[in-house]
């Protein structure tokens, strides 16, 4: 890594940090501060973010600290519950609060929950959504499902290879990153 730590911002499509997605978000989060990044969780469940469009939030407070700190930020985790094949509403709704200026040019590391098969749509469709921001997912990435039963009671997943998915997702966006940033 370069002098300064990466800085890296976990988000949530889940109002808590106790949901599966904000566990894998955090999962995720835990493994680049042991590389030495700088992590920070965005917890809705005490800065929420308004919906898009409804009276006063586009100058709500946390809607401008959380598009600042997205301007600060180098790389992003994202994990979203996968609702009726397809990113939830809350996840839709954040990154309908990000623009271009804010995350273009910057690595995104995506993860999805499921709480039935795995499969990859969610994944998919928020790699659409990020080529409008002009956002850089990186190529690995993590569904999990039947995800009720995916972790153990301290939070950490049960499954070596989704562990190993999540360690190969890490460091990928933690390389991308360096080497955009530079
Ligand atoms: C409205 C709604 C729709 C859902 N649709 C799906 C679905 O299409 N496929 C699936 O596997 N699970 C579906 N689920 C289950 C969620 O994906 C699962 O509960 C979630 O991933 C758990 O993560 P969370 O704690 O972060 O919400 C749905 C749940 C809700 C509430």
Request: with cysteine.
């Amino acid at each position: 890594m370069g002098n300064e730590p990466l800085k890296v911002l976990g988000l949530a499509g889940e109002y808590h940090a106790s949901s599966k997605s904000g566990m894998l978000v955090n999962a995720a989060l835990n493994l680049a501060k042991s590389q030495g990044a700088e992590v920070v969780f965005w917890d809705l469940s005490e800065q929420p973010l308004p919906l898009v469009g409804e009276e006063g939030c586009w100058t709500h407070p946390n809607v401008q600290a959380f598009q600042a700190l997205l301007s600060e930020c180098d790389a992003f985790f994202l994990s979203s519950p996968e609702y009726h094949g397809t990113m939830s509403g809350v996840m839709k709704n954040t990154m309908d609060w990000m623009y271009d200026k804010h995350v273009g040019g910057k690595v995104f590391g995506l993860m999805s929950t499921l709480g039935g098969v795995t499969n990859s749509n969610t994944l998919n469709h928020m790699r659409i959504a990020l080529r409008w921001l002009h956002g850089w997912p990186v190529p690995e990435q993590l569904a999990v499902g039947h995800v009720k039963e995916a972790f153990d009671e301290d939070g950490h997943l049960v499954d070596d290879s989704l562990k190993q998915r999540l360690e190969s997702l890490v460091n990928s966006v933690l390389k991308a990153a360096e080497k955009l940033r530079a």
